[in-house]
């Protein structure tokens, strides 16, 4: 890509990626997207960044495993907070030696995990860099006031459910770490982490959910963090 050059890769970027909806005014191409918001929704942004190394590695995941994994950690904030993702900035920092079928290979990726997810990429950033390579996403949905979901709001007496099973996706990064690959499951959970895009919304729609959390960084970790938000304690 350092022969390439910014420009170019940004070019190839606004003829590839699918058009944007209606409620893209500006996008890539510009020097900033403009969006229309739905009215009467409030509007939840998170980012996230993933750096070679330290959150994924290149040694073992493929460039569009990439794009999609940082796309889906970013999916599962807004998940937490019942929101449906509605647009995506993808900002790159890549190594001059990084492979232009790398790249495109990893903006395919975060494309198809965008589109699968109902959310457009908008825009974003291209630089180089000496070190390693990172892929930072800043995600934006929208959701109902009322169908809100926060830390903050569990109350005393409230039951803890969790979706899904805990620990594959550590022990994944473990086994792929070790070169041990002897769970294809636990594997696939730590490079394609499935967002609970679904169960969240039916939670906020039904009113089964008074509060809600992402697992990302674990179980214990998520529990202690809600019960400090909302002033409560735990029980496992």
């Known amino acids: 890509v350092g022969e390439r050059g910014e420009h170019a890769l940004i070019e190839w970027l606004r003829r590839h990626l699918p058009a ?3 409620d893209v005014l500006v996008g890539i191409g510009d020097d900033a997207a403009v969006l229309r918001p ?3 929704e409030f509007l939840v942004q998170t980012t996230d960044a993933l750096v070679d ?8 995941m493929s460039p569009d495993q990439i794009g999609r994994r940082a796309v889906a950690v970013n999916l599962s904030d807004v998940a937490a907070m ?7 900035l993808l ?29 457009s990429i908008v825009g974003g950033n291209i630089t180089r860099t000496t070190g390693p390579l ?3 996403v800043t995600l934006t949905g929208h959701v109902r006031p009322k169908r809100l979901l ?8 409230d039951e803890l459910w969790l979706t899904g099973t805990i620990g594959g996706g550590a022990a994944g990064l473990a086994m ?4 041990e690959l002897s769970d294809a499951a636990c594997i696939a959970r730590y490079i394609s982490p499935t967002p609970r895009l679904r169960e969240a919304w039916a939670m906020a729609r039904d009113g089964a959910a008074r509060a809600a959390i992402d697992l990302s960084d674990g179980f214990a970790d998520a529990v202690r963090q809600l019960a400090g938000a909302s002033s409560t304690g735990a029980r496992i």
């Open 20 to 22: 944007p909806g209606p």
């Open 38 to 40: 739905p009215r009467g």
């Open 53 to 60: 190394g330290v959150h994924l590695s290149t040694r073992f």
């Open 82 to 88: 019942a929101a449906r993702p509605s647009w995506l």
């Open 91 to 119: 900002s790159l920092v890549l190594p001059d030696s990084f492979p232009v079928t790398s790249f495109e290979g990893l903006v395919a990726g975060a494309a198809e995990a965008s589109r699968a997810a109902g959310a």
């Open 134 to 136: 990172v892929v930072d």
């Open 150 to 157: 926060r830390r903050s709001t569990a109350r005393a007496g």
């Open 176 to 179: 792929l770490t070790a070169g």
